[in-house]
């Protein structure tokens, strides 16, 4: 067996120990998950290269490495709700027309777009919603909990409509919105 079979052979089984290393982050979010993999490639195909002499084990470099990227992984943390929300109204923009199987328009891009900047500017003492999905195409919002119902829809002109119930008032109108800061009609009708 010539020394560059050897050393592809190590390379190889070293390639196949990354692998189970990975096996270990599986809880990291998909996209962090996707770039800490490929930078962990990358650093460990540079620490290969770098070890010209082969005098380290392939071992030696996965476990050399090993520690660079649990200090990498440790910055990263968990997908919040909100983030969840936000991911799950976002991913309504792929769906096509008749979504609903009864004829539903397709998702309003700039409906998406303002709902998702609306719930990234609802302050933590106010319950996140339940996320709508209108035949119209709007998106929407829904909270019902306790003594408080709400029920937002974004409409297509920037602008949203609401209807909010608490304690024993009702509130309904139409309000323009610029996607930079919470209307204050909110922030007092749907505290908690």
Known sequence: MTSHTATAENYIL???????ILDQFKYIPRIADSTLSDLFYKRHSELIKEDGNRSKSSEAINLEFYDEFIQIAEFTRSTTTREQLMGEIRSWALLEADWDGEGAA?????????????????????????PMLHASGNTGLFWGDGGMYADIEFLHNDRIAYYIEQNGDKHKGAINFDSESLPPVFSVLLRG
Do not use: M, W, Y
């Not at 070293?14 to 189970?20: D, V």
């Open 106 to 130: 397709v998702p309003i891009a700039r409906c998406i777009k303002n709902a998702v900047s609306f719930i990234r500017l609802l302050p933590d003492n106010i319950s996140l919603p339940e």
């Open 14 to 20: 070293g390639h196949l120990k990354t692998e189970q």
